[in-house]
């Protein structure tokens, strides 16, 4: 049932950078309004043209993005944003932990490039598509394809919402920021398939909520811990109470 | 000047979290436990991620009211998907339901 029986020829290079590209384009609705709203953002925090391109394509993350406009329109000094931009990167952290045992046969030089377009959106569409086997060939160029199309969308916009300037009305206002979150909430309720899932998410849900007070998006982070260890905690209690022969690999889909 | 090392140092921290596990540890056996917590962490992040965008969308405290648009758009995404399992449906149902919502509330 797994991975023994290829029914098909493999993909192709050119199939598999077109699928990671497809597999990442209906987030397009909110990274383009996103990418606009930021080019406006990074002008009206102060900063140049060249600067917030800059600081856009550099970080290549939303979130540490426009709270980096934030911070340097508040004047913050250049430790805190430094340091608020790692924690911020603490969730890449995990991502980048969790692709660890399917990237041995990717080459060194295109690990820089898995590594620089690891964004939420990619690591879902992609660790979906790793756990279930549907992604062994060419693994690197289906990230290439799926990353590089939200990353040349996203500068394009943002460089259309600096030539647009305040023209643009806000993105929060006309809820264009509900897709991706719709997105999300999809892919949780696809990912639901038993109750220890379920005691993962619902641990998480209260944890953030919980911690709603605490800076720079930590509370995301110790949910994500809570969350995990829950459901960890719920799998090996289970699997203590039963022979342990076919529950390993029963949780892939 | 300044800025554009501040840009720099920027860019390193969000790159290499994302890069460094990649770049050292690949194809490493990880520790049965850590696979086991790794394999919860997508659904805790994602849930991390939409807990608070549903639930206090305007940052002012939690909004559990029909009057708040994100949580209908998320309660009907989430019950399409339940149902379907299929992303593009559900995430557009989802969609839908929340332009809608936003409409009759006005």
């Not at chain 1, 569409?125 to 590089?148: C, E, P, Q, Y």
């Not at chain 1, 809820?175 to 998480?204: E, H, K, Q």
């Amino acid at each position: 049932m797994s991975a023994a029986d290829p029914p098909e020829a493999p993909p192709t290079p050119r199939q598999q950078l077109l699928a990671g590209a497809r597999s990442t384009m209906p987030f397009l609705a909110s990274a383009i309004p996103m990418g606009i709203a930021g080019g406006v953002l990074g002008l009206s925090s102060g900063l140049s043209e060249f600067a917030t391109l800059g600081l856009a394509m550099a970080v290549n993350s939303g979130t540490a993005q426009f709270v980096g406009f934030a911070l340097i329109a508040d004047g913050a000094s250049w430790p805190a944003i430094i340091l608020t931009t790692l924690i911020l990167g603490l969730r890449m952290l995990l991502y980048s932990t969790i692709l660890i045992p399917y990237v041995k046969e990717v080459p060194q030089r295109w690990r820089i490039v898995l590594g620089f377009g690891l964004i939420d959106e990619v690591f879902f569409v992609a660790i979906d598509r790793l756990r279930n086997g549907r992604l062994t060939h060419h693994k690197h160029l289906f990230f290439l394809g799926a990353s590089g199309l939200l990353y040349v969308t996203w500068m394009t916009c943002t460089v259309i919402g600096m030539s647009l300037g305040s023209a643009v009305p806000d993105v929060e206002k006309l809820g264009l920021d509900f897709p991706v979150i719709a997105m999300f909430v999809a892919m949780l309720a696809i990912g639901l398939t038993n109750w220890r899932v379920a005691a993962a998410i619902g641990s998480a849900g209260v944890t953030v909520m919980l911690a709603q007070g605490l800076p720079y998006n930590l509370g995301v982070v110790l949910a994500a811990i809570v969350g995990a260890v829950v459901g960890a905690g719920c799998e090996l209690a289970t699997r203590r109470n039963q022979p342990k022969a076919s529950e390993q690999k029963e949780n892939v889909a | 000047m300044s800025m554009l090392l501040l840009i720099i140092g920027m860019g390193l921290c969000s790159f290499l979290p994302r890069y460094l596990p990649l770049a050292l540890l690949a194809g490493r056996e990880l520790p049965a436990v850590v696979e086991t917590l790794l394999k919860y962490t997508p659904p805790a992040v994602l849930a991390a991620l939409v807990f608070p965008a549903l639930l206090t969308p305007s940052g002012k405290g939690i909004e559990l009211t029909l009057a708040n648009p994100y949580l209908i758009g998320g309660a009907v995404t989430f019950a399409a998907g339940m149902i379907s399992k299929r992303f593009l449906l559900s995430t557009s149902i989802g969609i839908a339901a929340f332009y809608l919502g936003r409409w009759l509330i006005g």
